[in-house]
């Protein structure tokens, strides 16, 4: 899988895109928040570091220390060639758009599928991604295309 160059953008942008378009999974359905992540406080976050596991229950699996970064294991958790198309649709739209926020919504409704497959919808975890998977598949509110402003 070749990298992905990020030379020409604003670190901060780019995790804010890859935060944005990513799913929850496992049990990172517990924290997840369907709100975007802004580019200041990707600023912020990235002032303390540059490799990213988890963010909020988003799966990211990244290191945003150079001019490229290895979007292998982004793919895997968040579908094949998902990272190429969030920096696309940084590039064309801004980290907040109807293009990342489809990206999300597919994410979060493959992630519920996978743990449903696991987890009935009567525990609490279950319940939570049956939700989200209602959510994702109706284009909610809380797919975050909004920047927030139904919320």
Known sequence: MDPVAIDDLDP??????????ARPQGN????????????????ALLARRTSFDYLQGRVLKVSLAG?????????????AGAA????????????????????HRRGIAAAADELLAHVDERHPLGHI?????????????DDGADGGASR
């Open 28 to 43: 990172g359905f517990l924290e997840y928040s369907p709100v975007p992540l802004t580019i200041e406080a990707a600023r």
């Open 67 to 79: 001019p490229t970064f290895d979007p292998a294991s982004y793919d895997r958790d968040n579908g």
């Open 129 to 141: 991604a049956a939700r989200a998977r209602r959510l994702a598949r109706a284009g909610g509110a």
């Open 84 to 103: 190429a198309a969030a920096v696309a649709a940084l590039r064309a739209e801004g980290p907040v758009s109807a293009p990342v926020a489809a990206l």
């Open 12 to 21: 901060a942008a780019v995790l804010a895109v890859l935060f944005n378009a």
